[in-house]
DNA sequence: GACCTTCTCACCTACGTGTTAAGC
DNA sequence: TCGCTTAACACGTAGGTGAGAAGG
């Protein structure tokens, strides 16, 4: 399986399969200040999500939609003065694995008639036996990664033939244990609606605003 | 489609299927005070709900396996008396539906590794457009219905051939909108999780226990 | 000490319960 | 009045948040 890195062409059709990233403003906010994700060893979500739209399959077509987190770099990196910088070598990466979303395998207009959503994707540094269901990416922390979508045309999940791969740059995060910068940690508790517990604007309906 | 009320034969294999209720002692205490299903509008669990286990299929062949509720008889009941009693013609069928199994299709292997849940099926009583998606299930309130399984051996859940259906007698009830037998109210809180701030037992560490 | 990880916690979202009162 | 349905509600389960303390 070797993953290609441009937009490819549908062999059927020899149309343009296009990868979209949804929420790309807030996907946006996040990258101008420098996206952490948390690892947790029972696993822990990404905020923002992955929500992505397909265009360009061929609608008979059957298809499996796969989400990975691929090292964008070599290097294992530090929060110095407020700064992300390189700090020496990465760690040797784990074996890869791939969340197969849960509509797979289904047909090319199937997946193009809405918004497929990878949101139950969960982040874990622990590399126990328990953590090899689907649901859960292996990663390194203090690590840079993006998100990439993989699309194969196949009615068998298990069986994954040629293989169209789409990073999304604007994904880009770095692995941490606990938050680093304050400012990414602003944009997390304001827009997640399950940290709203920890919001100090006063709006919303706060019941008992703190000072 | 002509649903086969007995048990069939395996085509490839002639091993007869085989279909078992799980929680059958739970099922049996229900019925023996006469099980009732809420209805709602937006849609309501059943409990118990249906869970299986599957014998006799071919491990290498692939099925889809699907749930429905079947009239039991061409009444209309009330609860009168202490007792539900026919009443009257029923309501006009709806047109059948069927609940696909998310894993559907799988090996015969996969589906008689472990229990088969359809735990997340809904009743509603209301045939608005909303309610046809995968998950809900249209009938009539005061109607007696059984739950009924159906094995397909096919790759795609959207063709469906030849059809083994299998009835559970023992899961019939009455749909209500409201419960009309207090004994049967009292399994339903005694042995729903959800329904646990109804208990008044004092036991299961219940916080606040009223009198 | 500096850096990173782990665990527990209060506080949310989301939704499954029967009850109750109101509606038809 | 009676029978049945609907909507709001308190109270559970289940699980997703960052904070903060403790550990290595």
């Keep these: 399986v070797q993953p290609v890195r441009d937009v490819c062409r549908n062999q059927a059709q020899n149309m343009a399969v296009r990868v979209t990233l949804e929420q790309y403003q807030l996907w946006q906010q996040f990258h101008s200040v420098g996206t952490e994700m948390i690892l947790t060893k029972s696993g822990r979500r990404m905020f923002p999500g992955c929500r992505i739209r397909l265009a360009g399959l061929n609608p008979e ?27 020496g070598p990465g760690e040797v990466e784990f074996p890869k694995r791939y969340f197969i979303h849960q509509d797979s395998p289904a047909t090319g207009e199937k997946w193009m008639k809405s918004a497929v959503s990878f949101h139950k994707v969960k982040l874990t540094n622990s590399n126990s036996s328990s953590n ?80």
């Excluded at 939609?65 to 090292?71: G, I, P």
Aim: net charge positive; glycine share 6%.
């Design 132 to 211: 090899f269901i689907n649901g859960k990416l292996i990663v390194h922390s203090m690590h840079r990664y993006c998100i990439c979508i993989h699309i194969v045309e196949s009615n068998d999940p298990a069986h994954l033939n040629y293989m169209q791969s789409f990073p999304l740059p604007l994904t880009t995060f770095v692995t941490v244990t606990a938050y680093q910068n304050t400012e990414l940690t602003k944009l997390k508790i304001e827009n997640n609606p399950f940290a709203k517990g920890f919001r100090e604007d006063g709006a919303r309906g706060t019941k008992n605003p703190r000072r």
């Design 61 to 87: 077509s059957r298809y499996c939609v796969l989400m990975s987190v691929e090292r964008v770099d070599g290097s294992r990196y530090r929060f110095q003065h407020g700064y992300w910088v390189a700090a």
